[in-house]
């Protein structure tokens, strides 16, 4: 997966609150696929993180953050599961590739979690860095792709 620029925009504006309170992230229209569930969907997504990126500037204790990382999960879950029904349905083309990319996702999110319950010393840094991350990246990525081709057909 290659760092979007947003990615780099949205990511060191975080980065350079470092010191101080991490910044959120702001949901721009360029992360709009165009099919309002979807767009809803990784909206609530982007509030999940923030809410992460909230926990650690509150230093909330690990409890938190490990549920916090499930309810991500779990969402996640939904919202890939929701996506490849319809590109299913629609026999898009990019399915194969775009299911591939939603199962790495979601093992480096199991990962995570396996890491955080053997307290293996992840920061939540480090993990806030990849979720951010692979959200945008692939919101402003695979998930493009989609968009023009299942567009018309849903709406
Ligand atoms: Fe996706
Ligand atoms: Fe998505």
Redesign the pocket.
């Known amino acids: 997966m290659s760092l979007s620029n947003d990615y780099v925009i949205v990511w060191s504006k975080i980065m350079s609150e470092r010191d101080g309170n991490m910044q959120a992230l702001v949901w721009n229209n360029r992360f709009n696929v165009g099919i309002r569930e979807?767009d809803q969907h990784h909206k609530i997504l982007f509030e999940m993180v923030n809410s992460l990126i909230i926990a650690k500037e509150e230093n909330s204790g690990p409890q938190v953050i490990k549920n916090s990382l499930e309810q991500l999960h779990m969402y996640t879950i939904f919202?890939?599961t929701a996506?490849?029904a319809m590109m299913r349905h629609f026999e898009f083309d990019g399915l194969d590739e775009?299911v591939a990319?939603?199962e790495a996702?979601l093992q480096q999110v199991i990962d995570y979690q396996d890491r955080i319950a053997a307290n293996d010393g992840v920061t939540i840094d480090e993990m806030l860095e990849f979720l951010a991350g692979w959200l945008i990246d692939?919101?402003l990525g695979?998930?493009q792709l989609?968009g023009p081709f299942l567009r018309h057909r849903v709406e």
Do not use: A, G, K, N
């Open positions: 979807f919202h890939f996506e490849e775009h990319e939603h996702l692939h919101t695979l998930d989609y």
